[in-house]
Each structure stands twice: as C-alpha cells, then as structure tokens.
C-alpha cells in the first residue's frame, strides 16, 4: 500500500526540540525571551538588513505594515487579484481602506503594466498624490506580491511607487529566501526592496515557527514603530503605559526557538526544492500538454510551490480527485480574491491571465523532505492522466 504524499509539509529536521526544551526549562514561553530577540538579528543578517520585528503571523506583520506605512482610512490600496486572502484584508479593510484589483502577468505576479495603466489612465496626480479618477479617493499604496517564491518584477514597481508617489509592501510570505542574482538589485532579497517587507513562518510556508511573522524595512524608525505596536505600545513595564492603541501581534520565544532552528535549515531547503523542481520539469515540461511554471530568470528563487499547467484537454477539479485517489494531494490556486467576501463591488483591471492560472494550474507535491522515489510516484500518475 502506498504512502500518503502531502502538498507541503512541516520539517523538524534540525535544533527545533533541543531550542524548545531550552525554552520550557527556563519557561520562557511567551512574548518576552531572549529567543525573540536573536530570532530578529538572524532574519535581518540573512537578508542583509539592520533590524526586522518577529511578528506573531504573516498577517499582523501585514496589519503592521498598513499602520506603520500610513495607509488611511478611505485610501486605495493596488494589490494583485490572485493572492491569498491575507495580503489584501490585513492591508485594506482592516485599516479602512479599500483594494484596487490588479490582474498577473505570464509569471503570476501582478502586472506591472496594467498597474501603470491604471496609475496613468485611470488617476490623476494632484499636490503630489495619486487620486482614482472613478471614486476619487487617494491610492496610496501599492502590495506586492512574490507569489509561490517567484520574484514579482521589483525594479518595475520600484519605478511606478516612486513615479505616482505610492508606499511599496511586499509581501514576500511565500518567499524568505528568493534574491536576484544578476542585474542591479543582484544580491537583494525578496521583502527588503519595498518600503516594508513580510515574511511568514506559516505550517505550510518553507519554514515554520507554527504560526510566525516578520515585519522588515530599512527605516529602523519603522521598524521600532512596528515593534512598540506589536507589544500593546506598552512605553512603561512597571507603571503599564500605553501611548497609543497597540495589539499582542509579537512573536512567542517557543516560536522563535523553532524558527532559529528554521533558520539553519533554510538554504539546506532550498537546494532540495530545487532538485525536485527539476526532476519534475525534466519528466514533464512540454511532455503531453503539461508545463512546469518556470521562476524568474535573474534570480534564486526559494521554489516555494511548483506549479503545474494542465493541457487543455484535462479538467483541474478532475485531476486533483484522480491523484488524491492515488494518495497524492494537490492544490488549485485560490479563488480570486476580487470574488470573495464583499470584494465583488471593488474596481478589477485585466483578470484574464489570473482566471487562466486559476483554470489551469494544479500545485504538485513540494514538501521539503519529498523524496525521489515519491517523486517520480507523483510524475508517473501525472502523465496517466
Ligand atoms: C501565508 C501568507 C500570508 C499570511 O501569513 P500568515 O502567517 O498565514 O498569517 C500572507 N500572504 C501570502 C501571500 C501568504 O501566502
């Protein structure tokens, strides 16, 4: 009988029990503990920046930056159409502002040219703002997103933030790790390029803390900013003053002990996701109708989830049911956000290659301790589709 082969699992290969032990004999379990602490300096060494904050999620680092970056109420914000739901809520609504939906390019990022269509002919610049033309309301910012650890086109969006005068997030939760490896920005890490940058530590990310979060920029000012946030804006411990409404949004030092254990592990990772990416494209890229996403050229990406675009002739929802009866689990990529929640009466702009990508791409088997041998099980039961 063969095994289970999940989607993309947790790996605690490393110092995560003997981190966490340390933790529990001193019982430093929750948000204070030096853990935390050397969690942040290892994150900020390893992408080369002076200071993150640790966050207890992706999405209250995201909530963080909305804050942090200045994003009002009543602002739009341009933010990608095929994302998961937690790049848009935490940077919209949760602030009071509402979304403008960008459709992907052929790499599944958003398109850079359909977001300077809609700055350019679409908003008018006034006193050095950006204003939407139809609503009239200021668009001041601008989530990216590095989707499945491909590198969005950074050096596009840098160009538009700065030209319509937007605050540029990216949101690089699926991608610690991915950088460019030629042209300008050769050594610069997805997250570190934008204003604000977040990271994830999510089961289901490359690395996990459980549940756990970055919050990056190379504004220390911001940095701190986001960090007194994250502890409550507690200024004093004794007397327990607060000097503005604050949130319980840091990381615990358990997480952080999984997640120095993490750490270590990172690049070991990424080599063994990039074997496997390419055992699948050598059996099937351009065999019977099936192609493999590539990641951008220029670039290292961290080759977070493989994508799989299924030929024409194969219905998605058909090829998940056959191999998850064959004991493989695979994954569509999520309903587009402009569909979901009460986002339907929000603007989209050129959704045709995001609902193409939604149609046709499956996501295969990428755990980070999948093996060979499963490997080719999963290759073998895609070409018998
Ligand atoms: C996982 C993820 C988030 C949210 O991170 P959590 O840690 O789960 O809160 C945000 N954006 C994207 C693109 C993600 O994949």
């Known amino acids: 009988m063969s095994s289970f082969i999940p989607l993309s699992i947790p790996n605690f290969c490393g110092n995560e029990k003997k981190y966490v032990d340390d933790a529990l004999d001193g019982a430093w379990v929750s948000t204070s503990g030096a853990k935390v602490n050397e969690m942040e300096e290892c994150v900020a060494s390893y992408v080369g920046v002076s200071a993150?904050?640790?966050?207890?999620?992706?999405?209250?680092?995201?909530?963080?930056?909305?804050?942090?970056?200045?994003?009002?109420?009543?602002?739009?914000?341009?933010?990608?159409?095929?994302?998961?739901?937690?790049?848009v809520n935490p940077t919209t609504r949760y602030v009071g502002a509402e979304p403008v939906f960008i459709g992907c390019d052929e790499t599944a990022t958003m398109d850079p040219d359909t977001v300077e269509d809609f700055c350019a002919n679409h908003c008018t610049m006034r006193d050095g703002k950006l204003y939407n033309d139809k609503t009239g309301a200021h668009v001041s910012a601008i989530v990216l997103v590095h989707v499945f650890g491909n590198m969005a086109d950074v050096p596009r969006f840098l160009e538009i933030a700065k030209k319509y005068n937007l605050l540029l997030i990216e949101d690089a939760a699926e991608a610690i790790g991915t950088k460019y490896t030629e042209g300008p920005l050769a050594g610069s890490f997805a997250g570190t390029m934008g204003d604000i940058g977040v990271y994830s530590f999510n089961g289901n990310k490359i690395i996990t803390t459980g549940t756990g979060g970055i919050f990056l920029s190379k504004r220390p000012e911001w940095v701190a900013r986001a960090k007194h946030l994250s502890t409550q804006s507690k200024t004093d411990v004794l007397h327990f003053v607060h000097d503005e409404v604050g949130y319980n949004y840091r990381m615990t030092n358990i997480d952080a002990c999984l997640g120095l254990a993490q750490m270590e592990l990172l690049e070991g990772f990424i080599e063994h996701k990039i074997e496997r990416y390419e055992q699948y494209c050598s059996a099937l890229d351009g065999v019977k109708g099936f192609s493999m996403l590539p990641f951008r050229e220029g670039t290292r990406s961290n080759h977070w989830f493989y994508s799989l675009l299924l030929p024409d002739r194969l219905d998605r929802d058909d090829v998940i049911a056959r191999l998850q009866d064959q004991k493989i689990q695979t994954r569509p990529v999520w309903s587009l956000i402009p569909e979901q929640c009460d986002y339907q009466r929000n603007e989209t702009f050129n959704l045709d290659q995001a609902k193409e990508f939604r149609r046709r791409i499956v996501n295969i088997p990428c755990s980070t301790n999948l093996t060979e041998e499963d490997c080719n099980r999963v290759i073998d039961a895609i070409l018998a589709l």
């Open 52 to 87: 993150v904050t640790a966050c207890s999620s992706g999405s209250t680092a995201l909530h963080l930056s909305a804050i942090v970056g200045g994003i009002q109420r009543g602002d739009e914000v341009i933010v990608p159409a095929l994302t998961f739901i937690a790049s």
